[in-house]
């Protein structure tokens, strides 16, 4: 920038999913002017949403939210939104509270309902001769759950777990393999307690009890999808950021957040070489590209470097995206997903996976965001269904005929492999879920499809997975980076942070970012009730707001 003045910021973000965006809505909230600088046309990350137009007819996606919990009143993503003013901005939809999941498997069908005492009693009726231990998991389960939130809401240390809650240790960070079999459950038990576990994509026998419990946990006050998707969460900390003194810019890509003896002092940008300073960087990132690309291996330590490298990353999903021309919720399909598995031996499946091959019995997930979302016109016209499906693939690159990724410059689009593997897999998807929803084959009025390879081509995640570092019993929170660093006003948030992935998780990890930049105690505040920055401040909002264009629109202004 010669002979300009550079930029000045308090903060900068790099990265605008949802952790990057809470973080930077709370700096903003608390008088840090801060900028997140995301590379893609629209902000949210994984939370974003994507627009096509096909004969005449326009429909959205989302990308990554599918559904949520903690969105009911006293829920933590409804904290956190009231924290910075935006609780009466998001409005959330309930899916079935008697089956907010259904888990199909070779002769059993199973309707998660929300309640603890509900999902025991339903256990406990499908599986009579396990009713015994099948009481001691749920009790073993909800006692873990609940000492894992406490410790992430920072209202129970580490040191205290020895006296005030030792199941978390003797069976909480143990596998879920090894809790079962303890206390003499059979494979399906097992497979029904886990079946929705193509939310976190590890292996059983590397899950760790915790995170089955945290996540069976998170929905058992309700499953809810937000009101215009993924996106208006997204736009809604746009938002909040803008009206607090910060700002947003998309298509700024950030080549290297520059480090001097020691310490932050701002970013470059990739496209431009436009150099960018603050003393403070938060990075939503990739982890494995912030330390060992944009910061750089040689300001880290050994120790450090060689930590990060050995992170397993988890296993990586393939979508594909329909639009039926007919009207499931007229035809009576209830309002809840799909988790179909054509096997018991759930972790046979993930051996295969890890092998490079997809298994005939891998897992079928399916998402109808227009029972999710009737009201939302951009989904689809009336009369037609807008859905995901979606399932667990290998993580190598050659199972897609691909030599190299293309966040290291690599090319895929017109390959013919790469388009005889997607058509194989979309294929696949299609015809399992043809066998649940009969018929939808012969009514697809769009089809396309999104691979890892298409997930690091957008979000530059390592592998193309969704999830972060697998959150495996070797890898749990105390052996995780974050959300400080040994580099000096460096801080990280992101799904391999360690308060882990998924949408309220990644929300809680930007605030714990925060507040560490802050040194204050932001979770303490939200779960309090308490409201950073000025309500009023926000803009008003018209009858025509459109979330997806709220997050691409440019900046008001390049603040100096």
């Not at 399992?432 to 690091?456: C, M, N």
């Not at 992101?494 to 932001?522: F, Y």
Request: hydrophobic share 35%; proline share 6%; with cysteine.
């Amino acid at each position: 920038m010669s002979g300009q003045q550079r930029e000045q910021w308090d903060a900068i973000v790099v990265g605008s999913g949802l952790g990057g965006l809470a973080c930077a809505a709370y700096l903003c909230a608390a008088g840090k002017r801060t900028l997140v600088l995301e590379s893609h046309y629209v902000a949210g990350g994984n939370s974003q949403a994507f627009r096509r137009r096909h004969k005449g007819r326009d429909y959205e996606f989302d990308v990554g939210v599918h559904y949520i919990g903690e969105c009911g009143p006293e829920g933590l993503i409804t904290r956190v939104l009231r924290g910075v003013g935006l609780s009466d901005r998001v409005r959330f939809h309930r899916l079935d509270p008697d089956a907010y999941s259904t888990l199909i498997f070779p002769g059993l069908t199973f309707r998660v309902p929300a309640g603890w005492d509900r999902y025991r009693a339903r256990l406990i009726e499908t599986f009579p001769d396990e009713a015994e231990p099948l009481g001691r998991m749920i009790d073993t389960m909800r006692t873990v759950a609940d000492t894992g939130r406490r410790l992430l809401n920072g209202e129970l240390s580490p040191e205290s777990l020895f006296t005030e809650a030792p199941e978390f240790l003797t069976r909480g960070i143990r596998p879920v393999t090894e809790v079962c079999a303890e206390l003499g459950l059979s494979e399906k038990a097992m497979a029904v307690l886990v079946g929705e576990q193509g939310d976190y994509c590890v292996p059983p026998s590397r899950t760790p009890l915790v995170l089955q419990a945290g996540l069976t946990d998170h929905y058992m006050r309700g499953a809810f999808y937000p009101q215009g998707g993924g996106q208006a969460l997204a736009a809604s900390f746009v938002e909040a950021i803008r009206a607090y003194g910060g700002e947003v810019w998309t298509r700024s890509p950030v080549e290297r957040i520059r480090v001097e003896g020691g310490r932050v002092t701002g970013v470059t940008l990739a496209k431009t070489g436009e150099q960018i300073d603050a003393p403070v960087v938060v990075s939503n990132a990739d982890l494995k590209r912030t330390v060992l690309q944009l910061v750089g291996e040689a300001h880290f330590s050994r120790e450090t470097r060689e930590r990060v490298e050995a992170y397993r990353m988890s296993l990586p999903l393939f979508v594909a995206y329909l639009v039926l021309d007919k009207d499931l919720a007229a035809e009576g399909v209830p309002n809840t997903n799909y988790f179909a598995w054509g096997s018991y031996d759930i972790e046979g499946v993930y051996r295969k996976l890890e092998a490079g091959e997809f298994p005939d019995d891998n897992l079928l997930y399916i998402a109808i965001a227009s029972l999710r979302d009737p009201a939302n016109s951009h989904l689809a016209p009336k009369g037609r269904t807008n859905l995901q499906l979606m399932t667990v693939v290998p993580k190598e690159y050659s199972f897609w005929g691909v030599g190299k990724g293309p966040a290291d410059g690599g090319q895929y689009h017109r390959d013919h492999e790469y388009r005889r593997r997607k058509d194989e897999v979309t294929d696949w998807l299609i015809g399992s879920a043809d066998r649940i929803l009969p018929g939808i084959r012969d009514h697809i009025d769009w089809k396309e499809a999104a691979s890892p390879v298409t997930q690091e081509r957008f979000t530059r995640s390592t592998g193309g997975t969704s999830y972060g570092i697998e959150f495996a019993c070797d890898q749990l929170p105390p052996m995780r980076l974050g959300p400080t660093t040994e580099i000096q006003g460096l801080y990280l948030c992101g799904a391999s942070a360690p308060s882990g992935h998924g949408i309220s998780n990644v929300i809680r990890g930007g605030v714990a970012a925060a507040a560490k930049v802050l040194e204050r105690d932001l979770m303490r505040e939200v779960l309090a009730g308490d409201v950073l920055g000025d309500r009023d401040a926000l803009p008003e909002r018209r009858d025509d707001w459109d979330p997806w264009l709220e997050c691409k629109r440019p900046p008001r202004r390049r603040a100096s």
